[in-house]
Protein backbone atom coordinates (compact mmCIF):
# COMPACT_ATOMS: atom_id res chain seq x y z
CA UNK A 1 0.00 0.00 0.00
CA UNK A 2 1.13 3.59 -0.50
CA UNK A 3 0.82 6.07 2.26
CA UNK A 4 -2.54 7.28 1.30
CA UNK A 5 -4.15 3.84 1.51
CA UNK A 6 -2.48 2.63 4.59
CA UNK A 7 -3.97 6.22 6.25
CA UNK A 8 -7.31 5.56 4.57
CA UNK A 9 -7.48 1.65 6.19
CA UNK A 10 -5.83 3.22 9.66
CA UNK A 11 -8.78 5.45 9.67
CA UNK A 12 -10.99 2.78 8.30
CA UNK A 13 -9.94 0.70 11.51
CA UNK A 14 -9.83 3.14 13.97
CA UNK A 15 -13.33 4.73 13.60
CA UNK A 16 -12.17 8.13 12.56
CA UNK A 17 -15.00 10.57 11.94
CA UNK A 18 -15.25 12.10 8.26
CA UNK A 19 -17.68 14.26 7.52
CA UNK A 20 -20.73 13.16 5.73
CA UNK A 21 -21.25 14.54 1.73
CA UNK A 22 -22.76 18.03 1.77
CA UNK A 23 -26.69 17.81 1.48
CA UNK A 24 -27.88 19.34 -2.16
CA UNK A 25 -28.33 23.27 -1.15
CA UNK A 26 -25.80 23.66 1.98
CA UNK A 27 -23.42 24.69 2.30
CA UNK A 28 -20.87 26.25 6.08
CA UNK A 29 -21.97 29.53 5.49
CA UNK A 30 -25.97 28.80 3.84
CA UNK A 31 -29.42 26.95 3.38
CA UNK A 32 -30.53 27.17 -0.20
CA UNK A 33 -34.58 26.89 -0.50
CA UNK A 34 -36.97 27.18 -3.45
CA UNK A 35 -40.42 28.47 -4.23
CA UNK A 36 -42.52 28.30 -7.00
CA UNK A 37 -46.17 30.25 -7.18
CA UNK A 38 -47.91 32.96 -9.06
CA UNK A 39 -46.22 36.04 -8.62
CA UNK A 40 -47.44 38.33 -11.52
CA UNK A 41 -50.82 39.60 -11.69
CA UNK A 42 -53.36 39.84 -9.32
CA UNK A 43 -53.47 36.28 -7.81
CA UNK A 44 -49.42 37.05 -7.03
CA UNK A 45 -50.57 39.84 -4.33
CA UNK A 46 -51.38 37.89 -1.77
CA UNK A 47 -48.32 35.60 -2.64
CA UNK A 48 -46.20 38.29 -2.51
CA UNK A 49 -47.33 39.18 0.76
CA UNK A 50 -46.78 36.02 2.19
CA UNK A 51 -43.06 35.69 1.09
CA UNK A 52 -42.41 39.25 2.46
CA UNK A 53 -43.36 37.82 5.86
CA UNK A 54 -41.20 34.86 5.46
CA UNK A 55 -38.52 36.66 4.50
CA UNK A 56 -38.90 38.87 7.46
CA UNK A 57 -38.60 35.76 9.76
CA UNK A 58 -35.35 34.83 7.15
CA UNK A 59 -33.46 38.16 7.70
CA UNK A 60 -33.98 38.47 11.70
CA UNK A 61 -32.32 34.97 11.82
CA UNK A 62 -29.64 35.88 9.37
CA UNK A 63 -28.81 39.06 11.45
CA UNK A 64 -28.43 36.74 14.60
CA UNK A 65 -26.17 34.79 12.57
CA UNK A 66 -28.31 32.05 10.82
CA UNK A 67 -29.08 28.73 12.07
CA UNK A 68 -25.93 27.28 13.50
CA UNK A 69 -24.28 29.37 11.62
CA UNK A 70 -25.92 28.71 8.30
CA UNK A 71 -27.81 31.96 6.67
CA UNK A 72 -31.13 31.51 5.35
CA UNK A 73 -31.50 32.35 1.70
CA UNK A 74 -35.24 31.56 -0.89
CA UNK A 75 -34.72 31.65 -4.66
CA UNK A 76 -38.18 32.05 -6.18
CA UNK A 77 -39.23 31.47 -9.36
CA UNK A 78 -43.16 32.20 -11.06
CA UNK A 79 -45.23 29.31 -12.18
CA UNK A 80 -48.22 31.58 -13.55
CA UNK A 81 -50.44 28.84 -11.02
CA UNK A 82 -49.61 26.52 -14.69
CA UNK A 83 -49.35 23.15 -13.87
CA UNK A 84 -46.47 22.32 -16.38
CA UNK A 85 -44.83 25.12 -15.60
CA UNK A 86 -44.72 24.63 -11.58
CA UNK A 87 -43.53 21.33 -12.52
CA UNK A 88 -40.41 22.42 -14.69
CA UNK A 89 -39.60 25.05 -11.63
CA UNK A 90 -39.72 22.08 -9.32
CA UNK A 91 -37.03 20.63 -11.81
CA UNK A 92 -35.13 23.55 -11.89
CA UNK A 93 -34.82 24.84 -8.62
CA UNK A 94 -33.66 20.67 -7.24
CA UNK A 95 -32.02 19.78 -10.32
CA UNK A 96 -29.99 22.85 -11.28
CA UNK A 97 -30.40 25.28 -8.45
CA UNK A 98 -29.74 22.58 -6.11
CA UNK A 99 -32.35 23.81 -3.25
CA UNK A 100 -32.19 22.12 -0.16
CA UNK A 101 -35.98 22.30 0.52
CA UNK A 102 -38.96 23.43 -1.27
CA UNK A 103 -40.82 26.28 0.42
CA UNK A 104 -44.33 28.02 0.58
CA UNK A 105 -45.54 26.89 -2.87
CA UNK A 106 -48.67 27.72 -3.97
CA UNK A 107 -51.83 26.02 -5.55
CA UNK A 108 -53.62 22.79 -5.65
CA UNK A 109 -53.21 21.95 -9.24
CA UNK A 110 -49.26 22.99 -9.17
CA UNK A 111 -48.67 21.08 -6.05
CA UNK A 112 -50.86 18.03 -7.32
CA UNK A 113 -48.56 18.32 -10.82
CA UNK A 114 -45.19 18.44 -8.82
CA UNK A 115 -46.12 15.88 -5.78
CA UNK A 116 -44.08 12.85 -8.91
CA UNK A 117 -41.36 14.99 -8.47
CA UNK A 118 -40.88 15.37 -5.24
CA UNK A 119 -41.63 12.05 -4.67
CA UNK A 120 -38.73 11.30 -6.58
CA UNK A 121 -36.39 13.07 -4.55
CA UNK A 122 -35.54 12.89 -0.51
CA UNK A 123 -36.31 16.41 -0.65
CA UNK A 124 -39.49 17.97 1.15
CA UNK A 125 -41.92 20.72 0.93
CA UNK A 126 -42.86 23.01 3.76
CA UNK A 127 -45.70 25.65 4.41
CA UNK A 128 -47.33 25.24 1.33
CA UNK A 129 -50.69 27.91 0.57
CA UNK A 130 -53.59 27.52 -1.07
CA UNK A 131 -53.53 23.65 -1.70
CA UNK A 132 -56.41 21.82 -1.39
CA UNK A 133 -56.87 18.73 0.57
CA UNK A 134 -56.52 15.88 -2.25
CA UNK A 135 -53.15 17.85 -3.19
CA UNK A 136 -51.90 17.64 0.18
CA UNK A 137 -52.33 13.70 0.20
CA UNK A 138 -50.86 13.36 -3.03
CA UNK A 139 -47.48 14.98 -1.91
CA UNK A 140 -47.36 11.93 1.28
CA UNK A 141 -45.07 12.34 3.60
CA UNK A 142 -42.95 14.54 0.93
CA UNK A 143 -44.50 17.71 2.06
CA UNK A 144 -45.24 19.49 5.67
CA UNK A 145 -48.65 21.41 5.35
CA UNK A 146 -49.01 24.00 8.59
CA UNK A 147 -52.53 25.62 7.93
CA UNK A 148 -55.79 23.89 8.74
CA UNK A 149 -57.45 22.03 5.73
CA UNK A 150 -60.10 23.68 3.68
CA UNK A 151 -62.59 20.55 4.96
CA UNK A 152 -61.66 21.91 8.70
CA UNK A 153 -62.67 25.98 7.15
CA UNK A 154 -65.80 24.37 6.22
CA UNK A 155 -66.81 22.52 9.12
CA UNK A 156 -66.33 25.61 11.47
CA UNK A 157 -68.39 28.10 8.79
CA UNK A 158 -71.11 25.66 8.44
CA UNK A 159 -71.36 25.12 12.37
CA UNK A 160 -71.57 28.80 12.62
CA UNK A 161 -74.28 29.32 10.17
CA UNK A 162 -76.34 26.23 11.71
CA UNK A 163 -76.17 27.70 15.03
CA UNK A 164 -77.27 30.85 14.22
CA UNK A 165 -80.17 29.25 12.45
CA UNK A 166 -79.45 29.55 8.69
CA UNK A 167 -80.22 26.50 7.05
CA UNK A 168 -80.25 28.03 3.45
CA UNK A 169 -76.20 27.88 2.42
CA UNK A 170 -75.16 28.02 -1.60
CA UNK A 171 -71.38 28.36 -2.40
CA UNK A 172 -69.47 30.58 -5.08
CA UNK A 173 -66.57 28.66 -6.26
CA UNK A 174 -63.43 29.16 -8.91
CA UNK A 175 -63.93 26.99 -11.75
CA UNK A 176 -61.14 24.67 -11.77
CA UNK A 177 -60.43 21.54 -9.75
CA UNK A 178 -59.71 23.48 -6.28
CA UNK A 179 -63.25 25.36 -6.37
CA UNK A 180 -64.85 21.82 -7.03
CA UNK A 181 -63.48 20.00 -4.44
CA UNK A 182 -64.34 23.24 -1.91
CA UNK A 183 -67.72 22.70 -2.93
CA UNK A 184 -67.74 18.70 -2.57
CA UNK A 185 -66.56 19.19 1.26
CA UNK A 186 -69.05 21.82 1.86
CA UNK A 187 -71.70 19.11 0.48
CA UNK A 188 -70.04 16.89 3.06
CA UNK A 189 -69.97 18.48 5.87
CA UNK A 190 -73.61 20.25 5.65
CA UNK A 191 -74.79 16.26 4.96
CA UNK A 192 -73.53 15.72 8.48
CA UNK A 193 -76.05 18.63 9.29
CA UNK A 194 -79.19 17.13 7.04
CA UNK A 195 -78.91 19.96 4.88
CA UNK A 196 -77.31 20.25 1.39
CA UNK A 197 -76.26 23.33 -0.88
CA UNK A 198 -79.46 25.18 -2.07
CA UNK A 199 -77.47 26.62 -4.49
CA UNK A 200 -73.53 27.28 -6.20
CA UNK A 201 -72.14 29.18 -9.05
CA UNK A 202 -68.70 27.85 -10.70
CA UNK A 203 -67.15 31.68 -11.38
CA UNK A 204 -64.64 31.14 -14.03
CA UNK A 205 -61.03 33.21 -12.73
CA UNK A 206 -61.35 35.84 -15.28
CA UNK A 207 -64.97 36.52 -13.78
CA UNK A 208 -66.39 36.40 -17.56
CA UNK A 209 -69.20 34.27 -16.77
CA UNK A 210 -69.60 36.03 -12.84
CA UNK A 211 -73.11 38.02 -14.16
CA UNK A 212 -74.88 34.55 -15.07
CA UNK A 213 -73.88 32.76 -12.10
CA UNK A 214 -74.86 35.33 -9.92
CA UNK A 215 -78.36 35.28 -11.13
CA UNK A 216 -78.43 31.63 -10.85
CA UNK A 217 -77.97 32.06 -7.35
CA UNK A 218 -80.15 34.64 -6.94
CA UNK A 219 -82.84 32.68 -8.04
CA UNK A 220 -81.95 29.67 -5.52
CA UNK A 221 -82.73 32.69 -2.48
CA UNK A 222 -80.12 31.31 -0.28
CA UNK A 223 -79.77 32.98 3.33
CA UNK A 224 -75.97 32.49 3.44
CA UNK A 225 -73.37 32.35 0.58
CA UNK A 226 -69.87 30.88 0.77
CA UNK A 227 -67.52 32.16 -1.38
CA UNK A 228 -64.27 30.14 -2.10
CA UNK A 229 -62.77 33.21 -4.50
CA UNK A 230 -60.25 34.99 -5.47
CA UNK A 231 -58.78 38.52 -6.00
CA UNK A 232 -61.57 40.81 -6.70
CA UNK A 233 -64.23 37.87 -7.74
CA UNK A 234 -66.08 37.95 -3.79
CA UNK A 235 -66.29 41.77 -4.29
CA UNK A 236 -67.69 42.19 -7.67
CA UNK A 237 -70.10 38.38 -6.81
CA UNK A 238 -71.41 40.43 -3.94
CA UNK A 239 -72.28 43.50 -5.83
CA UNK A 240 -73.92 41.33 -8.56
CA UNK A 241 -76.21 39.82 -6.40
CA UNK A 242 -77.53 42.92 -4.59
CA UNK A 243 -78.20 44.10 -7.77
CA UNK A 244 -80.24 40.95 -8.85
CA UNK A 245 -82.29 41.43 -5.67
CA UNK A 246 -80.49 39.02 -3.70
CA UNK A 247 -79.30 40.11 -0.29
CA UNK A 248 -77.58 37.08 1.66
CA UNK A 249 -75.19 37.21 4.42
CA UNK A 250 -71.90 36.50 2.81
CA UNK A 251 -69.05 34.28 4.35
CA UNK A 252 -65.41 33.66 2.68
CA UNK A 253 -62.83 31.04 3.03
CA UNK A 254 -59.50 31.86 3.97
CA UNK A 255 -58.55 32.64 0.46
CA UNK A 256 -60.85 35.53 0.40
CA UNK A 257 -59.14 39.01 0.55
CA UNK A 258 -60.82 41.34 2.60
CA UNK A 259 -58.64 43.92 2.10
CA UNK A 260 -59.90 43.88 -1.84
CA UNK A 261 -63.23 43.53 -0.95
CA UNK A 262 -62.93 46.52 1.47
CA UNK A 263 -61.33 48.70 -0.95
CA UNK A 264 -63.99 47.70 -3.71
CA UNK A 265 -66.56 47.80 -1.56
CA UNK A 266 -66.30 50.12 1.04
CA UNK A 267 -69.20 50.38 3.58
CA UNK A 268 -70.75 47.71 1.38
CA UNK A 269 -67.96 45.25 2.25
CA UNK A 270 -69.40 45.99 6.05
CA UNK A 271 -70.49 42.32 7.28
CA UNK A 272 -68.30 40.00 5.43
CA UNK A 273 -67.02 37.03 7.40
CA UNK A 274 -64.31 35.56 6.60
CA UNK A 275 -62.69 32.28 8.39
CA UNK A 276 -58.79 32.82 8.92
CA UNK A 277 -56.61 29.90 9.58
CA UNK A 278 -53.59 32.27 10.89
CA UNK A 279 -53.35 34.19 14.66
CA UNK A 280 -54.98 37.59 14.60
CA UNK A 281 -51.73 39.65 13.55
CA UNK A 282 -52.64 43.08 14.85
CA UNK A 283 -52.92 40.89 18.37
CA UNK A 284 -50.25 42.94 20.88
CA UNK A 285 -50.42 40.70 23.66
CA UNK A 286 -48.27 37.49 22.23
CA UNK A 287 -44.24 37.89 22.18
CA UNK A 288 -44.02 36.12 18.62
CA UNK A 289 -46.88 38.58 17.07
CA UNK A 290 -44.78 41.19 19.01
CA UNK A 291 -41.90 40.18 17.02
CA UNK A 292 -43.79 39.76 13.63
CA UNK A 293 -44.72 42.91 13.66
CA UNK A 294 -41.52 44.63 14.51
CA UNK A 295 -39.80 42.61 11.80
CA UNK A 296 -42.45 43.27 9.09
CA UNK A 297 -42.66 47.10 10.22
CA UNK A 298 -39.02 47.05 9.46
CA UNK A 299 -39.57 45.26 5.76
CA UNK A 300 -42.04 47.70 4.87
CA UNK A 301 -44.48 45.46 4.52
CA UNK A 302 -48.29 44.99 5.63
CA UNK A 303 -49.25 43.90 9.04
CA UNK A 304 -52.08 41.33 7.41
CA UNK A 305 -52.89 37.54 7.53
CA UNK A 306 -50.51 36.69 4.25
CA UNK A 307 -47.41 38.40 5.70
CA UNK A 308 -48.22 36.52 9.20
CA UNK A 309 -49.16 33.23 7.52
CA UNK A 310 -45.42 33.01 5.69
CA UNK A 311 -43.56 34.38 8.90
CA UNK A 312 -45.00 31.83 10.79
CA UNK A 313 -44.36 29.03 8.24
CA UNK A 314 -40.69 30.07 8.20
CA UNK A 315 -40.67 29.89 12.12
CA UNK A 316 -41.95 26.24 11.84
CA UNK A 317 -39.13 25.31 8.91
CA UNK A 318 -36.38 27.41 11.04
CA UNK A 319 -36.95 25.70 14.17
CA UNK A 320 -36.73 22.46 12.42
CA UNK A 321 -33.38 23.53 11.35
CA UNK A 322 -32.37 24.44 14.75
CA UNK A 323 -33.28 20.63 15.87
CA UNK A 324 -30.45 19.52 13.53
CA UNK A 325 -27.81 22.13 14.27
CA UNK A 326 -24.83 21.36 11.87
CA UNK A 327 -25.62 17.86 11.17
CA UNK A 328 -27.92 18.92 8.54
CA UNK A 329 -29.07 16.32 6.18
CA UNK A 330 -32.38 15.78 4.03
CA UNK A 331 -33.09 12.63 6.09
CA UNK A 332 -32.68 14.81 9.55
CA UNK A 333 -34.24 17.25 8.70
CA UNK A 334 -37.73 15.58 7.48
CA UNK A 335 -37.29 13.28 10.44
CA UNK A 336 -37.47 16.85 12.49
CA UNK A 337 -40.50 17.83 11.17
CA UNK A 338 -42.12 14.87 11.68
CA UNK A 339 -41.29 15.05 15.36
CA UNK A 340 -42.53 18.64 15.46
CA UNK A 341 -44.72 19.66 18.17
CA UNK A 342 -44.58 23.28 19.13
CA UNK A 343 -46.55 26.60 19.58
CA UNK A 344 -46.41 29.57 17.49
CA UNK A 345 -47.59 32.85 18.02
CA UNK A 346 -50.71 31.24 19.79
CA UNK A 347 -50.76 28.69 17.34
CA UNK A 348 -50.45 25.05 18.06
CA UNK A 349 -48.66 22.88 15.56
CA UNK A 350 -48.57 19.38 15.37
CA UNK A 351 -47.11 17.38 12.64
CA UNK A 352 -46.23 13.87 14.84
CA UNK A 353 -49.99 12.71 13.86
CA UNK A 354 -48.91 12.44 10.36
CA UNK A 355 -51.77 14.12 8.87
CA UNK A 356 -52.15 16.82 5.64
CA UNK A 357 -52.37 20.27 8.29
CA UNK A 358 -49.89 20.49 11.16
CA UNK A 359 -53.01 22.91 12.51
CA UNK A 360 -56.74 23.26 13.01
CA UNK A 361 -57.00 26.83 13.93
CA UNK A 362 -59.98 28.67 12.18
CA UNK A 363 -61.58 31.60 13.49
CA UNK A 364 -63.90 34.23 12.04
CA UNK A 365 -63.16 37.38 11.75
CA UNK A 366 -65.57 40.58 10.41
CA UNK A 367 -64.28 42.57 7.72
CA UNK A 368 -64.17 46.51 8.19
CA UNK A 369 -65.15 49.13 5.92
CA UNK A 370 -61.39 50.16 5.69
CA UNK A 371 -59.76 46.82 5.17
CA UNK A 372 -58.96 45.69 8.90
CA UNK A 373 -60.95 42.64 10.58
CA UNK A 374 -62.96 42.51 13.74
CA UNK A 375 -62.91 39.57 16.10
Same mark, same amino acid.
Request: with cysteine.
Given at each position: ?5 T ?7 ? /? ?9 ? *? ?14 G ?6 K???A ?12 ? !? *? &??R???? =? ?16 ? =? ?20 A?? *? ?10 G???A?S ?10 ? @? ?7 ? +? @? ?6 ? *? !???? %??M ?6 ? /??E????? &? ?10 ? /??? &?I??? !? ?7 ? +? $? ?22 ? $? ?12 ? %? ?7 K ?7 ? $? ?12 G ?12 K ?11 G ?9 ? $? ?9 A????? =? ?6 ? &? ?7 A ?9 ? =????R ?6 R
Amino acid at each position: MDRRQTLAAMGAGL /GVWRPARAADG *VTDTEVLLGQSGVLSGVLGVPVKALLAGAQAAFDAVNAAG !G *V &AGRRLRL =LSLDDELAPPKAVANYRT =LLEQHKVFALFACVGSGTTAAAAE *VMQGTDAVTVGGYAVADSARERMGRSAFF @VRATTRREA +E @VLVRQLTT *V !GMTR %IAMAHLDNAG /GQEALKLL &ADVLQASQLKPV /GSA &AIKGD !GSNLGAQAR +E $LAASNPQAVLMYLGGRLPADLMTA $LRQAGSHPTFYGMS %IVSGEIAAKALGEQARG $LAIAQVMPYPWFKGSPDLQTYQRGIEKAGVGINYYSIEGWVNAQVLIEA $LRRCDRDLTRARFAAA =LRALKTRI &AGLDIDFTAGGIAASRFVE =LVQVRSDGTFAR
